[in-house]
């Protein structure tokens, strides 16, 4: 059995899974350390492995149509213990429909993790029903008392490990994911490595140290970056931290990474980006600003090197990824790999260039 944090869980994605939408749901079906996953929800995939549907790569993690049919087709051995809510749409809202799952997961005894804006502890219906049947219900991105948040005072200037800022062209264009790929062949590779998650699924799929950018008070922001990487290094002594982006600096939306810069004080950057997405993320009309423009104004804004390119194959067919590829090599000079589907092993070797 999978040792985890919080034990076997239902991924709920009803709608979203396998567009941007579901992209907390992706990233707990591709890794998790806090739950091991025996199912996902979602009416549309329903019958279908998740893995396939989401990488083209089986990985037994079945769909199941809604919450009744799930636990009548899963083994007692794969009986839940949570309900967890992948979706993470614009606004972070909590679609109306997913209330009654939620209901029905707390009267049948199961804990229920959100990671949305719409916090459930404020639900009195919701949490009469978990009090009834003593379950734990956990807002992810509820901001912490203000006693418990850290100011910025300048320690991370003692961090004299390899600190990479893992940036992005676009909101929900796989920056955490190619993290976590950097993190796990690194230690593959017999070096240590930590990530600092930035947001409410690094938490989720068990990222030790972490903060949640979106949900945290302005003005604790930048020490609560900060801290967790001053964190990670004074207690693992890694030889690498990934600093894990949100949003994009030109984002209309999500213009996450000025503190990230700023606070995070990394060394390097790698810009993650989708060369088919033309639009940002969930806002029409809003064009994409180029990624030599982006590169431009990241270099600007850190006095740091963008040192190479992650890319997400998305609306891409596997022939036209290396020459996608080899396209950002000629236009901004820098290295460009798809880690989701060749690996990071390539990406590592220029990474070990810069350990210090």
Not at 60 to 81: C, G, Q, R, Y
Not at 298 to 319: F, L, P, Q, R, Y
Request: hydrophobic share 40%; with cysteine; aromatic share 8%.
């Amino acid at each position: 059995m999978k040792k985890t944090i919080d034990g076997k869980a239902l991924i709920y994605a009803d709608g979203g899974f396998n567009t941007p939408n579901g992209k907390t749901a992706h990233g707990l079906v591709r890794f998790t350390e806090r739950y091991e996953v025996v199912g996902v929800l979602d009416h549309k995939y329903a019958g279908k492995d998740a893995g396939l549907v989401l990488d083209g790569k089986k990985n037994d993690i079945p769909i199941f149509k809604n919450l009744k049919e799930a636990l009548s087709k899963l083994p007692a051995s794969d009986k839940p213990k949570s309900l967890v809510i992948g979706l993470a749409p614009d606004g972070g809202r909590l679609p109306i429909e997913a209330k009654d799952t939620i209901k029905e997961s707390l009267q049948l005894g199961m804990n229920v993790d959100s990671g949305l804006h719409d916090f459930l502890y404020k639900d009195s219906e919701l949490m009469a029903i978990a009090e009834k049947n003593n379950c734990r219900v956990r807002d992810v991105r509820r901001t912490p008392d203000r006693d418990q948040l850290h100011f910025f005072t300048g320690k991370i200037e003692e961090v004299n490990c390899l600190k990479i800022a893992l940036l992005g062209t676009d909101s929900a264009v796989g920056k955490r994911t190619t993290a976590w790929i950097i993190v796990h062949a690194f230690r593959k590779a017999n070096l240590k490595s930590e990530m600092a998650g930035t947001g409410q699924t690094a938490w989720m799929q068990g990222a030790k140290y972490s903060m949640i950018m979106d949900s945290c008070i302005n003005d604790f922001v930048s020490g609560e970056i900060e801290h967790a990487v001053y964190e990670a290094w004074k207690n693992e002594s890694p030889d690498l931290i990934v600093i894990e982006g949100q949003g994009s600096l030109m984002n209309p939306a999500y213009p996450g990474g000025f503190e990230i810069l700023a606070a995070g004080r990394p060394d390097y950057v790698i810009i993650q980006h989708a060369p088919k997405r033309m639009e940002y993320d969930g806002f029409p009309g809003y064009v994409l600003h180029s990624i030599k423009e982006q590169i431009n104004a990241i270099e600007t804004i850190s006095g740091k090197k963008v040192i190479a390119i992650t890319v997400n194959h998305e609306d891409m067919s596997k022939d036209e990824i290396l020459p996608a590829c080899k396209k950002l090599t000629e236009e901004t000079g820098l290295p460009a790999y798809d880690v989701l589907e060749y690996g990071a092993e390539e990406l590592v070797k220029l990474l070990k260039s810069y350990l210090k």
